[in-house]
């Protein structure tokens, strides 16, 4: 195994591992074992996508949550297994198989390697492994499939370097980091996470072994392999008597050390500004700390390390922070998918992929990008820009605030924490608009998502009373309500010192900008029995009811 059973056991299924039960609790009683084929096919339709994608692990015998029931068959019945997986496919996978003794009973663990052609199984169906699920691709996706495979040899090639040229304590890092076995020799760890192959009674290296372990300098194994980072004065890059770059600073040392050293660069460059937290401002990072370091480790670790004239880029300036990186995204993902925040897995670094992630730096399952869209909505700032750049991937992160101070001040009545950032958003567009309302429309254009979504958000706002809805189909509109409590505290203030309110004088009390969204909110505390009104359209006022008076 490249991975101690007991990390296998205690990681949990992802991209890289899936447990298998061998037992039907379908019904009640004592579980019965499942039939012996249909273990088969699906050990099949794993191993297949495993071999499409990154490799990985499946252990049979292990429930999903990774408790231990082991194997109800034979040694006969195993083979017969692993027979009636290899009929189903078209072509054979190439997979290693071990029995291992747990004290719960046997696990078998299949382990396979990611490959240069595509598996299918013998009804056509093409399993390719996206986190912890399979996904099913068509003819055309195979083949640009085999294209992404084609560039993760890069990482893959061997190299005339031995083991005295790696980092010795940066290995023993690693060891430590992925829990393997510290009687593991040097090499045996290499070669287990397939970072080296024997050669009679040496080894030689791989590119990514190199990439991770090797001793600088590191231009001896890579020619760019490492990070530029450029800060400029202003928005734009000027030249000539005008220069206006501040640093300009390269970075060239193993992969991980890179990381750690490019953090503390990029860190000393980033200040704080002061962002409205709960009506109090307080001091934060310009940029949220989890997206600027992630868009950094997705550069150095899903690179295309075969443009050996090309470094990862990173510029700075006074309102934003670019992170380049040669290579675009392996196929299938495109630009779309990731703009659209779709969770999508391709490698196409995986021996890389899987030291990194061991280490800490990097997370398997597509999260990373996702949960930079989020960490820049939670600070209220314009989401990332995710665009091709000639052979370049480019994320652009900016530090300018989506929202003014005073529509701060005013999303702060609002229960936030209940609110996903994309409602935060449309409330605040509301106001900054000056509209006063949105629309399904307006809702889908600032938040870029599809309408069904869109609608199923509103009814949220809709069901917790943040919004109310006005008109039918297309001509609906959603206006923002104040809540109450707040509402409920400022009109006491103003009717200890006045006889009645109008329109006019709500609007002035609440922030309210539009005279229609005012009279929307005023119907509703009449409603409510909070206030009473008299007389009509521009001419009606408002007085305060018992209940409101009493309400503490």
């Known amino acids: 195994m490249k991975v101690s059973l007991e990390i296998l056991l205690a990681g949990g299924e992802g991209q890289y591992v899936e447990y298998k039960s061998c037992f039907d609790r379908s019904k009640k009683g004592a579980a019965r074992p499942v039939p012996i084929k249909k273990v088969a096919k699906e050990v099949a339709r794993c191993l297949a996508a495993f071999a499409n994608a990154d490799g990985g692990t499946l252990l049979l015998g292990v429930e999903d949550d990774g408790i231990v029931t082991g194997l ?47 598996f299918s199984l013998t ?35 061997l190299t005339s370097f031995s083991v005295d040229d790696l980092d010795p304590a940066l290995i023993e890092r690693f060891r430590q980091k992925a829990g393997a076995s510290p009687s593991l020799t040097t090499e045996d760890l290499l070669i287990e996470y397939d970072l080296a192959v024997r050669n009679g009674s040496a080894i030689k290296l791989t590119l990514a072994a190199c990439l991770l372990f090797g001793k600088p300098p590191m231009t001896r194994f890579h020619e760019r392999a490492g990070v530029n980072f450029r800060r400029f004065d202003g928005l734009v890059v000027l030249t000539g008597p005008r220069n206006n770059e501040r640093m300009d600073e390269t970075r060239e040392l193993p992969l991980p050390f890179l990381i750690e050293e490019v953090f503390k660069l990029v860190q000393s460059q980033i200040g704080v500004s002061r962002k409205l937290k709960d009506l109090f401002f307080e001091e934060r990072p310009e940029y949220p700390t989890f997206a600027w370091q992630e868009a950094i480790v997705n550069a150095v670790a899903h690179r295309d390390y075969s443009l050996r004239g090309n470094e990862v880029e990173i510029r700075m300036f006074d309102d934003r922070l670019e992170v380049k990186n040669p290579g675009l995204p392996p196929e299938p993902v495109t630009i779309e998918d990731l703009q659209q925040r779709k969770q999508v897995h391709a490698s196409r670094n995986p021996r890389i992929m899987r030291v990194l992630k061991a280490m800490g730096f990097v997370r398997e399952r597509g999260e990373g990008l996702p949960r930079i869209f989020e960490e820049t909505e939670e600070s209220f700032l314009m989401p990332p820009e995710i665009t091709a750049d000639g052979r370049f991937f480019k994320i652009t992160l900016r530090n300018t605030p989506v929202f003014d101070d005073e529509t701060m001040r005013w999303l702060g009545q609002f229960p936030m924490e209940k609110l996903h950032p994309r409602q935060r958003r449309i409330l605040g567009y509301c106001r900054q608009s000056r509209k006063g309302f949105f629309t399904l429309t307006d809702y889908v254009r600032e938040n870029g998502i599809d309408k069904e979504n869109a609608k199923k958000e509103i009814r949220q706002m809709l069901d917790l009373q943040v919004v109310e809805l006005v008109g039918r189909r297309k001509a609906a509109k959603y206006y923002p309500l104040l809540q109450r409590g707040t509402i409920e505290e400022r009109l006491r203030e103003y009717f200890s010192r006045h006889e009645f309110l109008t329109n006019r004088e709500y609007r002035r009390i609440t922030g309210t900008q539009q005279s229609f969204s005012a009279s929307i909110q005023l119907k509703r505390l009449v409603r409510d029995d909070l206030l009473q009104s008299k007389g009509r359209r521009k001419g009606t006022r408002y007085y305060p009811t018992q209940k409101l008076l009493k309400t503490k």
Request: negative net charge; hydrophobic residues 30%; charged residues 35%.
């Open 72 to 118: 109800p068959y034979g040694d006969q019945e195993i083979e017969s297994l692993k027979q009636i997986a290899r009929d189903n496919w078209k072509r054979p996978v190439p997979y290693t198989f071990e029995m291992c003794h747990h004290s719960e009973g046997r696990i078998a663990i299949f382990e396979v390697d990611t490959q240069l052609d595509e």
């Open 123 to 157: 009804d056509g169906k093409t399993p390719y492994r996206n986190k912890e699920q399979t996904v099913w691709f068509t003819t055309e996706e195979v083949r640009a499939l085999k294209r992404t495979k084609a560039s993760t040899l890069v990482e893959r090639t």
